[in-house]
T-cell receptor
Framework: GAVVSQHPSWVICKSGTSVKIECRSLDFQATTMFWYRQFPKQSLMLMATSNEGSKATYEQGVEKDKFLINHASLTLSTLTVTSAHPEDSSFYIC????????????FGPGTRLTVL | DQQVKQNSPSLSVQEGRISILNCDYTNSMFDYFLWYKKYPAEGPTFLIS?????DKNEDGRFTVFLNKSAKHLSLHIVPSQPGDSAVYFC?????????????FGKGTKLSVKP
């Protein structure tokens, strides 16, 4: 299957700093990328949908000024957590798809963010 | 309101037996369903999918059944292996409604005992 990578796989930062997470589709062009967040023992919650070259669409309750998403190319999307706080600590996962109606979303391995 | 429900948080099965994971949904506009497998601290791995125009899809040990009238789908794993132990997420999408994102159930933790 298609491969999606995320970098870094884990990050620890101080409160108030910003953290950037990269999501790359390695062997296919992703017209759409999605960013999810998973809390312990909970399902994946969609944060935003990102289409190449356009502004991301954020889900209700997700602060777009706090979680900046950039989809600069068909193979790269970035999520920047600005002025991170301990409550932002979570497991962030991206997924990518080619855009067809039956295209499968392929997930990255996730990024564990811990804000001290 | 949860549109995709996995009512069993956990399931324990003996190696070699069949594992049946269930999923119910409420939105009749969903047109594509997927099952993902997830290990702790890793991203979900795609397992198998089914379009709403089908009622069965099989891939090796994995078979997904869809009952549209009951808004129910199930994943069958046979024979179950210890390596199948993971959390399984059911997901649905409404692509026809221009919503390409997946809506996930809360997952079922499968434990396959040797």
């Amino acid at each position: 299957g298609a491969v999606v990578s995320q970098h870094p796989s884990w990050v620890i930062c101080k409160s108030g700093t910003s953290v950037k997470i990269e999501c790359r589709s390695l062997d296919f062009q992703a017209t759409t990328m999605f960013w999810y967040r998973q809390f312990p023992k909970q399902s994946l919650m969609l944060m935003a949908t990102s289409n190449e070259g356009s502004k991301a669409t954020y889900e209700q309750g997700v602060e777009k000024d706090k979680f900046l998403i950039n989809h600069a190319s068909l193979t790269l999307s970035t999520l920047t957590v600005t002025s991170a706080h301990p409550e932002d600590s979570s497991f962030y996962i991206c997924s990518a798809e080619g855009g067809g109606p039956t295209d499968t979303q392929y997930f990255g391995p996730g990024t564990r963010l811990t804000v001290l | 309101d949860q549109q995709v429900k996995q009512n069993s948080p956990s399931l324990s099965v003996q190696e070699g037996r069949i594992s049946i994971l269930n999923c119910d949904y409420t939105n009749s506009m969903f047109d594509y369903f997927l099952w993902y497998k997830k290990y702790p601290a890793e991203g979900p791995t795609f397992l198998i999918s089914i379009s709403s125009i089908k009622d069965k899809n099989e891939d090796g040990r994995f078979t997904v059944f869809l009952n549209k009238s009951a808004k129910h789908l199930s994943l069958h794993i046979v024979p179950s292996q210890p390596g199948d132990s993971a959390v399984y997420f059911c997901a649905a999408r409404n692509y026809g409604g221009s919503q390409g994102n997946l809506i996930f159930g809360k997952g079922t933790k499968l434990s396959v005992k040797p």
